[in-house]
Structure formats: C-alpha cells, structure tokens
C-alpha cells in the first residue's frame, strides 16, 4: 500500500499570504496524485488532479506541481474561504489511498 | 448536474450490518463508476472500493474485503455499500463518489452518510 505522508500537519497563515502544502508519496505515483479541500461537514472538493491539472470551476490561485513521490499543492495568495483541510490522493496503486491532511488556519 | 444523494443516517449495534445508497441523476449511470470512502472522526479518507455501474464489476480494499459488498441497481440509478460485522471502529462518515473508471480521482461526491456503531 503507498503511504502518502503530508506536511506540515497545519499552516497557520494570514489572508493574502502564500501557501504550500507538500504530500510525499512512499514510492512513486507517476503523476497520479490529486488534492482535495474539505471544509467542516462537507465532502473533500477535487482542486488538482494529475499532479497540475486544475479541476473545472477551480481558482488559478490553485495550482500542483511534482511527479514521482514528491508533490506541491500552492495556494499564491490565500482567500479567506481557502482556510480548511487540504488532502492529497493517489490514483497509480491499489488501494487507492489519501494522505493525513494539512489544516490551512488563519494566523 | 450531476447529483448523488446518499440515504439517511445509521446507528447500528456491533455485529449488526448497514446498507448506504447512492442514487445518480444528472449523467449516465452506466456510464461511470462509484467509489467508497469513509472518514472516520479525526481520521483520513479511506477508500473501500468501487464498482463499475455498467457492468458491476467490483473490487474492494483488501482491508474490508471480507466486510465489504458493492453493488447496484441500473434500473433505479442507484449504487449500495453494505458493511458487515459491524465494530465501533466502523462509526465514520461514508462517501459515494463518481469516477471515470476503476483507478481515478473523484469530481462528484454524495453529502455523505454517518454510520454510528454502538452498543
């Protein structure tokens, strides 16, 4: 089973300011990894899939970066809706598996 | 658009099974697949498996295979997960989600089902 490891396990950060979130993969996903937002009492909202590819509907502040077992999830300039918890996902290895979250707080 | 709404709320005694469904509308249910996920309190998404919602192929997390059942009705647009052996450890939120095939990231979530397992 990849093991997909995030850090930091929280950001804390104001509006405005820039974010990065990293997911390590155990081994490599190609570039089969997706990241996730989920707010308190929602479903996770696809933001990136493939590593750079933003999902419709998604900000271009947004944007993935990586490929093999190191991945980048940056926020340029963090809107207050942006603060919640960030997942990443891997789609290359059964059983498909999500890393343990960054929370993104406001500072 | 596309739409899964996801049945009711559950609590169940330990060693009791649940059934969640997932009813599709706004796109071709045969046309996509359905994942599993569940969040347990405080805990990552974990995938349980899914099913291919035109032919019923299914496969399942080797961590709930033996638990675990898949299927779905064409007729009604609607996919079921069934949990057997029901233990504390089970209480989670479970998630249906679309997918374009068996290995994919997930667009389209249900709102989510909250089974509680307690005595």
């Known amino acids: 089973e990849i093991v997909l490891t995030q850090s930091p396990a929280t950001l804390s950060l104001s509006p405005g300011e820039r974010a990065t979130l990293s997911c390590r993969a155990s081994q490599s996903v190609t570039r089969y990894l997706a990241w996730y937002q989920q707010k308190p009492g929602q479903a996770p909202r696809l933001l990136i899939y493939?590593?750079?590819n933003r999902a419709t509907g998604i900000p271009a502040r947004f944007s993935g970066s990586g490929s093999g077992t190191d991945f980048t999830l940056t926020i340029s300039s963090l809107d207050p809706e942006d603060f919640a918890v960030y997942y990443c996902?891997?789609?290359?290895?059964?059983?498909?598996?999500f890393g343990g979250g960054t929370k993104v707080e406001i500072k | 658009q596309v739409q899964l709404v996801q049945s009711g709320a559950e609590v169940k005694k330990p060693g009791a099974s649940v059934k969640v469904s997932c009813k599709a509308s706004?796109?071709?249910?045969?046309?996509?697949?359905i994942h599993w996920v569940r969040q347990a309190p405080g805990q990552r998404l974990e995938w349980l498996g899914w099913i291919n919602a035109g032919n019923g192929d299914t496969k399942y997390s080797k961590n709930f295979q033996d638990r675990v059942t898949i299927n779905r009705d064409t007729s009604a647009n609607t996919a079921y997960m069934q949990l057997s052996s029901l233990r504390s450890e089970d209480t989670a939120v479970y998630y249906c989600?679309?997918?374009?095939?068996?290995?994919?990231?997930?667009?389209?979530w249900g709102q989510g089902t909250l089974v509680t397992v307690s005595s």
């Open positions: 493939d590593a750079s």
């Open positions: 706004g796109y071709t249910f045969t046309s996509y697949a």
């Open positions: 996902q891997q789609r290359s290895n059964w059983p498909l598996t």
């Open positions: 989600a679309r997918a374009e095939d068996s290995k994919s990231h997930f667009m389209y």
